[in-house]
């Protein structure tokens, strides 16, 4: 067999390394950034997010806070350049720091739920 020619990436952001050693179970898998990245992936995520907490937040809201989870999760910054990283997003949008974490963690499920049941 001739070597592999492609390379694919399979690293994850500081925040998923992070979510995963805070939520200790056998069933997550790190999701590569690349996945993330991939438009297609994200289709139809916002609207689920949005209904999901139509209660916290007006529509216009949370497609702010789905936006500022996803910048969230895909930061390459550590943990101690997150807290920065939070309050400038949560400051130019008068974003609330601990919501855009609890949306960051519904988007993550909903994110390894796609990945977990798509071909690799």
């Known amino acids: 067999f001739p070597p592999n020619t492609t390379t694919t ?17 056998d069933f997550l898998l790190p999701i590569p950034r690349d996945y993330i990245l991939d438009a297609f992936n994200l289709v139809h995520l916002a609207p689920i997010i949005e209904q999901q907490t139509q209660n916290l937040f007006s529509s216009q809201e949370s497609k ?8 969230r999760i895909l930061s390459n910054e550590d943990d101690d350049d997150v807290g920065l990283v939070l309050d400038q997003i949560s ?5 609330i720091p601990e919501q855009i974490e609890k949306v960051a963690d519904m988007l993550y499920m909903l994110l390894h739920g796609r ?6």
């Open 9 to 25: 990436t399979t690293t994850t952001t500081p925040w998923i390394q992070n979510f995963l050693s805070t939520h200790s179970s």
């Open 115 to 120: 990945y977990v049941l798509s071909p690799r």
């Open 91 to 95: 400051q130019k949008q008068n974003l």
């Open 64 to 71: 702010l806070y789905y936006r500022a989870a996803l910048r």
